[in-house]
C-alpha cells in the first residue's frame, strides 16, 4: 500500500509541473479520488487483520452466524460464533476483492 501512495504523490507531482491549468484539475481530482478509495481500502484491511469488522462498509446481507458486509469494490464476510454463555463472538472475518481472498483472519 505505501508504493501506491508513493506513486500517486509522483503522479501529483508530475501532473502540477507539467501540465495545463484544466487538465491539472481534472487529473489532480482523480488523483484525489484515487488516493481517498486507497486509504478507505487500507483502512478496511487492516481491521480486517486485525479481527475487527471494517468500518467503510453496510451490512449487505445477514444469517444466523455469518453477516455480509459489502464496501466499493470489495465484500468482506464475518463468521460467528457463540461461546458458553451465548455471546456473540467473531471467528473468522475474510476479505476479497475480485472473488480473490486479500485479507482475512481465523480465530
Known sequence: MIGIF???????????KFCKKTLKIV??????IVTLYC????????RVNSFR???FN????????LIEYKGIGYI?????GYTSNDEKKIT????YMFNKCIAGTIE
Open 53 to 55: 469488522n471494517p468500518i
Open 27 to 32: 487529473l489532480s481530482v482523480v488523483i484525489v
Open 6 to 16: 508513493i506513486i500517486l504523490l509522483l503522479a501529483m507531482l508530475l501532473v502540477i
Open 92 to 95: 473468522s472475518i475474510e476479505m
Open 76 to 80: 468482506t464476510i464475518v463468521k460467528y
Open 58 to 65: 453496510i451490512s449487505w446481507y445477514e444469517e444466523t452466524g
Open 39 to 46: 486509504v478507505i481500502l487500507s483502512v478496511d484491511m487492516n
